[in-house]
């Protein structure tokens, strides 16, 4: 929902950041890989009960997200590119909570794992929805340009992100923090499944 409003503000930093790095010959797949890399590292830290260092190593994990699309629209995108950089993002997605979940098993256990049913169910109608825009040569780019086809909700990145970093300043409330975000990507979920019903038939 919000990750409109924040690719208006950001896209042009991070344009003339993707620059610099693609005149440095660093590859977008290369930033996809470290980026991910870096997130795994915020779940061990959550593991390990350092949240300080989780967020600050999730926010890093988030900005070479973004840049290594703005790298990608440089030095041209690839099919294996783009197909890296959703299925890290769902890996990555589902290794903070399960984090949370094995920091502390006793409070965390249920509500870890209806977020993680949310976003299997989340996941599972933003795949099957852009496999079928794809079929249908239907093109969108409300996210700005992408290597299929994107479609919008009330939680995306920038939800996930709020939510993260509010478990990890405030781990006390991850119970609560997962339920409510649980329910925001379950309304997305029910409102993809709307959309495919009525644009798909």
């Not at 589902?94 to 870890?112: D, E």
Request: glycine share 10%.
């Amino acid at each position: 929902m919000i990750d409109g409003i924040a690719r208006r503000g950001l896209d042009p930093l991070l344009q003339a950041a993707a620059g610099t790095i693609a005149r440095s010959r660093v590859s977008a797949n290369a930033i996809t890989w470290s980026a991910f890399v870096i997130g795994m590292g915020a779940a061990v830290a959550i593991y390990y009960g350092q949240f300080i260092t989780a967020l600050l190593l999730i926010l890093l994990s988030r900005l070479g997200d973004g840049l290594d699309g703005a790298v990608a629209r440089i030095n041209g995108k690839t099919d294996l590119g783009g197909y890296l950089d959703i299925v890290l993002d769902f890996v990555f997605y589902g290794a903070i909570p399960l984090a949370f979940i094995l920091h502390n098993p006793a409070s965390n256990a249920v509500p870890g794992a209806v977020l993680l049913f949310a976003f299997y169910g989340n996941g599972a109608s933003f795949l099957a929805y852009s496999i079928m825009a794809e079929k249908r040569k239907m093109s969108g780019e409300a996210r700005g340009e992408k290597s299929f086809f994107f479609t919008t909700g009330l939680a995306e990145a920038g939800e996930t992100l709020i939510a993260f970093s509010l478990a990890c300043l405030m781990p006390q409330w991850f119970a609560a923090i997962a339920y409510v975000f649980a329910a925001m990507t379950i309304y997305t979920t029910v409102s993809r499944i709307i959309l495919a019903m009525r644009e798909l038939r």
